[in-house]
């Protein structure tokens, strides 16, 4: 197989990596549909980091993206700057080879490289936890929303550096 370039999107692209999240959606085991507004409203915030935002390029195509963006888990005392994980997909033809766990991986280590402490997301536990997300509310910290029951431990935490989460309880924003 030729050699697949995980790097930062470009603005030129913009679009095309919203045409990309949209097909790949449509076979996700959950989607709200807006996972392709939710890239564009990330990246027109303040809370876009372009060098956080990955693809997947195999010959000039592009297969997968990732996104992690700016976020805070907040308490009564203190806002804690952290990190959104998400909107991550690949094509359905590229999944179940690694694809989307070489994107993840590449934007955890880079975010670790940047300084950032810790990570956080809204997905199925089954597939995060092998990157190290436990349940957020380990560390006390709940989303915004009002979730039933079975979707609370969904909402997943992993610390980039060690302890980075000890003592920051509250609410994360997703
Ligand atoms: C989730 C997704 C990004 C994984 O991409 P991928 O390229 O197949 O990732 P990998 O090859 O690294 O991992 C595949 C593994 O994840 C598992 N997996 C994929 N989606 C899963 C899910 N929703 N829940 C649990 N496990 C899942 C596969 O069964 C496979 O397991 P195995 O390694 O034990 O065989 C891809 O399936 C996708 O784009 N799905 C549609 C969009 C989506 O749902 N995004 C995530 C939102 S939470």
Redesign the pocket.
């Known amino acids: 197989m030729t050699e697949i370039n995980i790097r930062p999107e470009i603005p030129l692209e913009y679009e095309n990596i919203c045409g990309l999240v949209k097909t ?2 449509e ?5 709200s549909g807006e996972e392709a507004n939710l890239v564009r409203n990330i990246r027109g915030g303040l809370n876009y980091i372009p060098e956080l935002s990955l693809v997947a390029e195999r010959d000039g195509v592009l297969i ?1 993206q990732v996104m992690l963006s700016k976020t805070t888990v907040t308490n009564e005392n203190d806002v804690f700057p952290t990190l959104f994980l ?5 094509l359905p033809e ?9 994107l993840i991986n590449a934007a955890l280590a880079k975010a670790k490289d940047m300084g950032h402490t810790a990570v956080f997301l809204a ?2 536990r ?2 995060y936890r092998r990157f190290g997300f436990v349940s957020a509310s380990e560390h006390r910290i709940r989303c915004q929303h009002e979730l039933p029951p079975e979707l609370l431990d969904n909402v997943m935490a992993l610390e980039l550096t060690p302890d980075a989460l000890k003592g920051v309880a509250g609410i994360v924003t997703l």
Do not use: E, I, M, W
Not at 86 to 90: A, D, E, F, W
């Open positions: 790949a959606f076979t996700a085991h959950v989607s997968g998400g909107p991550v997909c690949t590229y999944r179940n080879k690694g694809l989307g766990g070489a997905g199925d089954n597939y």
